[in-house]
């Protein structure tokens, strides 16, 4: 998966609105037109020419984090807006819209090519957000043509499915809960193996050094600060972390901490808030 890049849309009116969400599952869309850049909708959403939007938008060599994910964003109506992240998908440039779901296919090849490297990238974030809140993909995994036939929510869009199906890829919600359950597999069993050094840290104060407990019931050790980060492994409660004054601001106060865990020290990123001086 290419690295996720935070790219908040700090203009649009959705982020400065900052309505709290908490984040039930997901929505994959496809953005519904050919356009294969993420970085365009980047920044049409930064200068708030379009009043919908969503957390993620990917394309096939990067995915860029519009918004923060504890914050409301606008992709699927009432009252899925309020229940779910939102990954748009980029499409390829090699088609011609005719009318509503209906298109052309300029270059068959080079289109499937770019929608088979889309669904990959979703594949990898929507297995990484499912590790990240506990998700199961049976139950938290919806795209917006599936939302519309259920009609659980008031829009009636069609994609992604009608992308795929105008390309003849064999990809529909099933295919994706079940290659995001795979890749779920496969990075929890690389884990132990996988020795990721935390990020420097960018600022130091003496005063922060000292013991702190966890207060969260189960806090998140990254590999840098901010929520983009990678897991290093999970405090339970009560777990004690120690502090040497090296912390790094990214949306709040990271603290730097080194604890012990089944005897192997360990070192990484836990966000300040959930940790309590002793
Ligand atoms: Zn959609």
Request: with cysteine.
């Amino acid at each position: 998966m290419p690295k996720v890049t935070e790219a908040y849309c700090t203009k649009n009116r959705r982020y400065l609105a900052n309505v709290p969400l908490s984040p039930v599952g997901i929505v994959l869309h496809s953005v519904g037109t050919p356009q294969s850049d993420a970085q365009v909708f980047y920044r049409i959403w930064s200068e708030d020419r379009s009043q919908y939007f969503t957390h993620y938008v990917l394309d096939a060599e990067k995915i860029l984090h519009t918004m923060p994910n504890d914050r409301r964003c606008w992709h699927v109506g009432h009252p899925g807006n309020s229940k779910w992240l939102g990954i748009e998908m980029c499409e390829p440039d090699t088609i011609r819209y005719t009318g509503g779901a209906s298109f052309d296919i300029l270059d068959r090849e080079k289109a499937r090519a770019f929608c088979e490297a889309c669904y990959r990238n979703a594949t990898e974030l929507i297995a990484a957000l499912c590790t990240e809140y506990g998700w199961k993909p049976d139950t938290a995994l919806l795209t917006h043509g599936e939302i519309t036939k259920n009609k659980l929510s008031d829009t009636t869009h069609a994609d992604p499915e009608h992308l795929w199906n105008g390309l003849g890829l064999p990809y529909s919600l099933n295919t994706l809960k079940r290659d995001v359950k795979a890749a779920m597999q496969k990075s929890s069993g690389s884990i132990p193996t996988k020795q990721t050094k935390p990020d420097p840290a960018k600022a130091f104060d003496k005063r922060l050094a000292g013991s702190y407990t966890v207060t969260a019931s189960a806090l998140n050790v990254r590999s840098g600060a901010g929520t983009d980060k990678a897991i290093l492994t999970v405090l339970p409660n009560g777990t004690a972390v120690r502090n040497y004054g090296y912390y790094t601001e990214k949306n709040g106060t990271w603290l730097y901490v080194a604890f012990t865990q089944n005897g192997t020290p360990m070192e990484g990123y836990c966000f300040a808030q959930y940790l309590m001086r002793r």
